[in-house]
């Protein structure tokens, strides 16, 4: 069995080319006032939150790491090293990402890291940086296990979700509108993504793809971006502060006061951690499905269209 | 890539971006150009929650509303806008204009820039409404 295994920290290495990108996106958009825009402390929170997002992996890295060993420890598999063995395990980690992220718009608790990541108005190169503190309490490195289990090394698994990562990041643009057909049927692109980061009620929920846009066809959640639509980027309730702490931690502390009001039932307290965003055990906020709801309340003619196709009327 | 080469290029990196963006006058807080266009950026937070009165302040950077739920502002954050109701708001009067402190972790404090009419007027506007 392989212990021994290395490859390069494929992430940091990028970081120079993640500048570059950002400075020739903002010269783009400087000299020809279209593709997009910049804000100086917008774009100092997403910088800083990707800082913090590498400090907290140097720091807490090793939790998973220590579970994705402890796993490879015990299985009985061993995939090898070939390069379809790398190139399988990149499809099958694109896979794992999509669940991820759609449980970590499904799932409070991990809502709670994930929602950062949508916290800002903008949508350029520095909102892709604009990464989790606390991915490692949300424990879905679980969701790798099987990975690992099946014989992918785990430096093979983290090597290929790394370029997954920095698949990511050129996606994050408004000044690229929409890559060729065969691609935008096959690939995540800029429009794919920009649906995922639109606080439209037509866009909720939608487009959780990491690299292939496929699985967000297999499993329904693949939503169009529409002329007709401008993306309105933020969240449901935008936040009143540019402080990374308060970014990077507010749903925790959303989810720590709604556990412990009084007079819950210990199924409340635990749906406030597992239900969706928006859950209350009182019904007084939103979740998806309701602002959808009330969306087709007042703009019946857009039931049927693409987002609110499985949407019931209240 | 070793700590004391990913360590400097971060910071310089993050730190000659913000500035750039700064000299390239990318710093410039959003307006209201009119009270509809503070509601809208009312209504794009509280869709169901119509303004009843708007009261632009002299900068245009932020608004005092009314709705049937209570009294609420909406004010530039950057570039764009947020808004929240004042319930359990706090406020105080600072030399340029008023502070007003929410119980709200993702909103805890609002500077508002007013003149000294409006830092006058508002605060019981605000009672008044409540």
Request: aromatic share 14%.
């Given at each position: 069995m392989t212990d021994q295994l290395t490859y390069p920290d494929v992430v940091n290495f990028a970081v120079p080319f993640f500048i570059a990108l950002i400075l020739i996106e903002l010269a783009w958009i400087v000299i020809k006032h279209r593709g997009g825009r910049y804000e100086t402390r917008d774009a100092l929170t997403s910088l800083l939150m990707g800082a913090g997002n590498v400090a907290s992996g140097i720091l807490l890295g090793f939790v998973a790491y220590g579970f994705f060993m402890a796993l490879w420890a015990i299985t009985p598999l061993d995939l090898g090293t070939s390069v379809a063995v790398v190139v399988l395990c990149f499809v099958l980690d694109d896979l794992r990402y999509y669940w991820v992220h759609r449980f970590g718009h499904r799932i409070r608790w991990v809502w709670a890291s994930h929602v950062n990541h949508h916290s800002s108005q903008h949508y350029n190169l520095t909102t892709a940086l604009r990464q989790t503190w606390t991915g490692t309490f949300t424990f879905m490195m679980i969701v790798r296990a099987p990975l690992i289990l099946l014989g992918f090394h785990p430096a093979m698994v983290l090597f290929c979700g790394g370029l997954n990562l920095i698949y990511q990041f050129w996606i994050h643009t408004e000044t690229i509108g929409r890559m060729p057909k065969w691609f935008e049927a096959?690939?995540?692109?800029?429009?794919?993504?920009?649906?995922?980061?639109?606080?439209?009620?037509?866009?909720?929920?939608?487009?959780?793809?990491?690299?292939?846009?496929?699985?967000?066809?297999?499993?329904?959640?693949?939503?169009?971006?529409?002329?007709?639509?401008k993306v309105d980027y933020g969240l449901v309730r935008n936040l009143g502060t540019f402080n990374p702490i308060r970014v990077a931690f507010h749903e925790w502390v959303g989810i720590f006061k709604d556990v412990t009001q009084p007079g819950l039932t210990w199924r409340d307290r635990l749906n406030y951690c597992i239900q969706p965003p928006g859950w209350s055990h009182d019904g007084s906020r939103d979740t998806s499905e309701t602002i959808k709801q009330k969306h087709l309340a007042h703009r019946p003619e857009d039931a049927g269209t693409p987002g609110f196709e499985k949407v019931t009327s209240r | 890539m070793p700590l004391s080469i990913l360590i400097p290029m971060v910071i310089l990196g993050i730190a000659g971006i913000a500035v750039l963006l700064h000299v390239l006058g990318l710093t410039r807080p959003a307006s209201f150009d009119t009270q509809e266009d503070a509601s809208r950026a009312w209504l794009r937070e509280f869709p169901e929650h119509h303004t009843t009165r708007v009261v632009l302040s002299h900068d245009r950077h932020a608004a005092l509303v009314e709705t049937a739920q209570g009294p609420g502002v909406v004010w530039a954050m950057g570039a764009d806008s947020t808004a929240r109701f004042l319930n359990g708001a706090q406020i105080a009067r600072t030399r340029k204009g008023l502070r007003i402190a929410l119980p709200d972790y993702t909103a805890p404090r609002i500077h508002l820039t007013l003149d000294a009419d409006e830092a006058d007027q508002w605060p019981s506007l605000m009672e008044r409404q409540t």
């Open positions: 096959v690939m995540n692109t800029p429009s794919h993504h920009r649906v995922h980061h639109g606080r439209n009620a037509r866009y909720l929920d939608a487009n959780y793809a990491g690299v292939f846009i496929v699985w967000d066809k297999l499993f329904g959640t693949f939503v169009p971006e529409l002329e007709q639509e | -």
